[in-house]
C-alpha cells in the first residue's frame, strides 16, 4: 500500500519545517502538494520545494486563492485505489520518528473498522480533551472535547502552554507520558490537521466522498455519520499542530515555531513577527480585565528517581 501525504499548501515558514519531518521518510511515497498559496513569494517556495525531490507533486486548481471553501475541491487527485492519503496541514510542526511507518502498520491493522484515521495531534481541540482526561500530563484549565472549544480553540494562551511543555518531553524522550488509549469518533467534528483515507474507499465512494464548501465538517462528521462509519485516533502515534487562525498572530509572536525548527536540527526560520494592533490590544485588555481568557498550568508528571 502506497502512502501519499496531501497538504493545502502553504506558507514557507511551515512547509520548510514540514518537509523535513516528510521528505526524510522513505516511507513516504509521494507528497501531494494542494497549490492554495495567497501569495507569490510562497507560491515561488512551493515550486522550489517541488523541485527538491522528485516525490513532490504540485497539484493546482484555477480557482484555489488562499481560502479555504477550496481546499475540498483537491480531493477530485485523490484517485489512486492503491494508495492510502493522509493529509497533513502545512502547519504541523513535529512528527515523530518513524511515524510514517507506524501509522500505515496501524492502518493497514485496522482497515474497515473506520473510514477516517487520525494520530494523536498536539493543539488539536479534541485531542487536547484527550490528553487532559487520558494521558499522564498534568493540565490544570478549562477544556470542552469540541473541534471548536471555547477555550483551547479560540484562545491562543493554551497551546502557548502546551507546547514547550511538549518540546520538553520531546528533549527528555518522553513522550509516552502524551500517549492515550485509541478512540472513535462519532457525530463529532474533529479538527482536520492530520487525517487519513484509504484511496479505496474515496474512489468507491465517488461522488458522495467529495465534499462541497466546509471540508472540515463534511469529512469529519457528516460522511461517517451517513456511512455509519466512525473516525478513529491512534493515541499512540504524536504529531504537533502549530495554530489554529484564531491563535497563530500571538503564536507567532513567540519563539515557539523557533523552537520546533532547533528540535528538528534546523536554522531559524526568518519571518516577519506579527505587529500588535491597537484593536488587538484593547481587545486583549478588555478580556484580561473581564476574566475571559482562559490560563492553564500544564506540565510532565514527576519522576520518581531511584
Known amino acids: 500500500m502506497k502512502l501519499i501525504v496531501v497538504t493545502p499548501a502553504g506558507r514557507e515558514k511551515y512547509l520548510r519545517l514540514l518537509s523535513h519531518h516528510v521528505l526524510k521518510s522513505p516511507d513516504v511515497h509521494e507528497w501531494h502538494l494542494w497549490d492554495n ?85 498536539i493543539n488539536n481541540a479534541i485531542c487536547n480533551s484527550l490528553i487532559k482526561q487520558l494521558s499522564r500530563v498534568l493540565v490544570d484549565g478549562p477544556l470542552t472535547c469540541q473541534a ?42 474533529f479538527s482536520i490537521n492530520a487525517i487519513g483515507f484509504f484511496g479505496s474507499d474515496i474512489v468507491s465512494l ?6 462541497l464548501g466546509d471540508e472540515e465538517e463534511w469529512l469529519s462528521a457528516t460522511l461517517p455519520a451517513k456511512l455509519d462509519r466512525p473516525g478513529k485516533v491512534f493515541g499512540d502515534l504524536i504529531v504537533a499542530h502549530f495554530s489554529f487562525y484564531t491563535q497563530e498572530r500571538q503564536l507567532l509572536r513567540t ?39 482562559p490560563r492553564y498550568k500544564i506540565s510532565l508528571p514527576a519522576t520518581i528517581s531511584g
Open 37 to 121: 498559496c495567497r501569495n507569490e513569494a510562497d507560491r515561488a517556495y512551493l515550486q522550489r520545494l517541488a523541485a527538491s525531490d522528485p516525490r513532490c507533486k504540485i497539484k493546482r486548481l484555477p480557482h484555489a486563492d488562499g481560502g479555504i471553501n477550496v481546499i475540498g475541491e483537491f480531493y477530485r487527485f485523490c484517485d489512486d485505489p492503491d494508495a492510502f492519503y493522509l493529509r497533513l496541514d502545512d502547519d504541523v510542526v513535529f512528527v515523530e520518528d518513524g511515524f510514517f511507518r507506524k501509522f500505515m502498520a496501524r492502518v493497514m491493522a485496522e482497515r474497515g473498522s473506520a473510514i477516517w484515521y487520525a494520530p494523536l495531534i
Open 255 to 293: 519563539n515557539i515555531l523557533d523552537r520546533y525548527y532547533e528540535l528538528a536540527g534546523l536554522a531559524r526560520p526568518v519571518y516577519e513577527k506579527p505587529p500588535m494592533r491597537l484593536r488587538e490590544r484593547l481587545r486583549q485588555w478588555r478580556k484580561n480585565r473581564e476574566g475571559r481568557t
Open 148 to 189: 471548536s472549544c471555547e477555550f483551547s480553540w479560540a484562545y491562543a494562551s493554551f497551546p502557548q502552554a502546551l507546547h514547550p511543555v511538549f518540546i520538553e518531553a520531546v528533549r527528555a524522550n518522553r513522550l509516552d507520558d502524551f500517549r492515550v488509549p485509541d478512540r472513535e469518533i462519532r457525530l463529532s467534528r
Open 206 to 211: 465517488g461522488e458522495r466522498f467529495h465534499p
